[in-house]
């Protein structure tokens, strides 16, 4: 039981830590981008990677966001990184889909990329591309929120309250953020199922 308290101890910490104000900002700044007919580019690797879908399907079915995960394409993904080497493909993604001040992208990361320790570089190698061509740097991002949170004030930082457990908590409290980005009735367009049958009933 004991680790179980302090794992349960640390999500109640980890979420009296948020930048709730960050997060109310995120919400606003991605009303903006829907108005003007943006983009978003959800961008994750690893466990990261499985949260981009769950999430561009929530801002696409949701939010009515135009909204997109690379690695959504495990074919087109796993070519250019042979062929091409980690850290070619979300560049090359991006660069192909026409990125620009118009749109954003949407980093999640354990620990938001790290240049100097060759960590994630394909996220690294995208903020750069989306740093070039003006465009919207999001994100949510554990630890100290590395090369992400150097870049972008707009990147949603999740505390690191116990190391051992950072990457349990960031990569969960990425779906707790983006659940309520995409709830906040300033971005919520169409009915959830089950919230809209239970109204009915």
């Keep these: 039981m004991n680790f179980i308290n302090e794992y349960f101890e640390a ?22 981008l829907r108005l003007r007919k943006g983009r978003v580019f959800v961008l994750g690797m690893g466990g990261s990677a499985g949260n981009a879908s769950h999430m561009v399907n929530d801002l696409r079915k949701i939010c009515n966001i135009e909204a997109y995960a690379p690695t959504d394409n495990v074919s087109e993904f796993s070519a250019s990184c042979n062929d091409e080497g980690l850290g070619s493909y979300f ?4 660069m192909t889909s026409g990125l620009s001040s118009n749109d954003a992208i949407f980093v999640l990361s354990v620990g938001g990329g790290n240049k100097e320790l060759n960590v994630s570089t394909e996220l ?7 740093t070039k ?47 309520g980005l995409v709830f906040h009735p300033e971005l919520k367009i169409n009915p959830s199922k089950w919230e809209s049958v239970l109204k009915e009933n």
Aim: aromatic content about 4%.
């Design 133 to 179: 061509c003006g465009a919207k740097i999001l994100g949510i991002v554990g630890r100290d929120g590395g090369y992400s949170k150097e870049k972008s004030k707009d990147v949603i930082l999740v505390p690191s309250v116990i190391p051992n457990l950072d990457t349990a908590l960031a990569e969960s409290f990425q779906a707790i953020i983006w659940h």
């Design 11 to 32: 999500v109640v910490k980890t979420t009296k830590g948020l930048d709730l104000e960050g997060i109310a900002n995120c919400a606003r700044s991605l009303k903006e």
């Design 91 to 94: 560049p090359r993604w991006l």
């Design 124 to 130: 690294t190698n995208a903020i750069d591309v989306a």
